[in-house]
């Protein structure tokens, strides 16, 4: 199995990845990460917990974890706000977690659906520092 990475800079500046795995002679191609400054997106995978508490959990509000894309570039550190399940079905249930963080000058939140699911972002107000 290989993987592919490519990084792509779209005309409105926006960071697009693209990644391409083979596997069995086949390729899957699927977005990775994206970071569009001008319509205010990011989209992103969170990865391990740079925090845990004193049991080695990790998932728990307040906690920090790594923004980075599909080939492993951190972009920055979001903070776990909560989690809520969804409805149950006869399929089971699924955790919703929202995160949010501060890039570039903003305040960013967003939510993800489940486990290796990407996060979304929206950039939110202006960060103002305490003169």
Not at 32 to 39: A, H, I, K, L, T
Not at 45 to 74: C, I, M, T, W
Not at 111 to 129: A, I, N, T
Request: with cysteine; charged share 30%; net charge positive.
């Amino acid at each position: 199995m290989e993987t592919k990475v490519e990084e792509v800079v779209a005309d409105n500046g926006a960071e697009i990845e693209v990644a391409t795995l083979t596997f069995n002679g086949k390729d899957f191609t699927a977005l990775g990460s994206c970071v569009d400054r001008e319509r205010g997106i990011i989209s992103a995978y969170v990865g391990p917990s740079l925090e845990r508490d004193e049991n080695g959990v990790a998932h728990l509000p307040g906690k920090l974890f790594q923004l980075s894309s599909f080939g492993g570039k951190k972009i920055g550190e979001v903070r776990l706000v909560s989690r809520s399940r969804t409805i149950r079905t006869a399929w089971g249930s699924h955790v919703i977690e929202y995160y949010a963080m501060e890039f570039e000058g903003h305040r960013w939140h967003g939510k993800k659906s489940g486990e290796y699911q990407l996060l979304r972002l929206r950039r939110g107000k202006p960060v103002v520092k305490p003169s």
